[in-house]
């Protein structure tokens, strides 16, 4: 999930910027604008999973999923349909949004936000001892800032944007992007000071996904049909290939803390 995350928000800011190349034509601009209220829920979302996993070290109940689910079901229509931005103003190279569509968002988020503050309250109130207290703590707040951060520039410019208070107020979505470089203090701190992430198993997975996009990507670049399966078989043995490494690390992982059990045990 926190993979996820930061794919996301990589996504987000890419797509922001990209909005803004007046010179990739206004159906660029419209398509990746068309993104940013989906991907930055979506954010959210796995945002929100990451820290419940951590807490609580369990999976999100599927009735939370359900409600998450029907929640942004609206999201997801109007990006797809592509109601929320109606026109295109060729004087601005900006997309024209509809006020009443493209609020929702901000509704949904604003509940993620909530939600990241009852479980971190959840958990440090359930924990027993002062380190996860720590942890709890400290995830909880680097989540918090994060989702804060970016909901705050977004959302206060969205209402500049409607008054005309402000000439380049799009400008200022770029402090929202902040909260990002604090929650990976926040993560590193956690890291260092209480070990609470598996690097090994995070440095696997990022090489496996890192390779799978690469491979995948080189698909939009070959032309020839005997390149475009190359690539697709090679494509599906690195994708087999980096299931079971991921595996055989976690195998390896759990026969380690399994050890280290049975030697405290026999202390």
């Given amino acids: 999930m926190l993979f996820a995350t930061c794919s996301s928000f990589a996504v987000w800011s890419i797509a922001d910027l990209g909005s803004w ?3 990739f034509g206004s159906g660029s601009t419209m398509f990746l604008w068309s993104l940013l209220d989906l991907v930055g829920v979506l954010m959210f979302f796995f945002a929100y999973y990451f820290l419940y996993i951590f807490i609580f070290n369990n999976k999100l109940p599927n009735w939370q999923r359900y409600i998450i689910f029907i929640g942004m079901i609206p999201v997801i229509l109007y990006t797809l349909l592509g109601i929320h931005l109606p026109l295109y103003d060729a004087n601005s190279c900006a997309a024209t949004e509809n006020e009443l569509v493209t609020k929702y968002p901000y509704i949904i988020e604003m509940l993620f936000i909530i939600s990241s503050i009852l479980i971190t309250i959840m958990g440090y109130r359930r924990s027993s001892n002062l380190v996860t207290k720590s942890k709890v703590l400290l995830s909880g707040l680097g989540v918090f800032l994060f989702l804060t951060f970016f909901f705050s520039a977004t959302f206060v410019v969205s209402i500049l944007a409607e008054s005309d208070m402000s ?8 402090y929202g992007l902040f909260g990002m470089p604090i929650l990976l203090v926040y993560l590193g701190y956690l890291i260092v000071r209480f070990n609470a992430f598996n690097i090994k198993l995070a440095t696997a997975q990022a090489l496996v996904f890192g390779l ?38 976690k195998r390896e992982i759990k026969q380690r803390e399994e050890i280290e059990k049975l030697a405290v045990n026999l202390e």
């Fill in 21 to 23: 190349f007046a010179f």
């Fill in 167 to 174: 000439t380049y107020v799009y400008n200022y979505e770029i």
């Fill in 212 to 249: 799978m996009a690469l491979i995948g990507a080189q698909v939009f670049f070959v032309e020839s049909t005997t390149n475009k399966v190359l690539v697709l078989i090679t494509f599906v043995i690195s994708g087999i290939g980096g299931y079971y490494l991921v595996r055989s690390v």
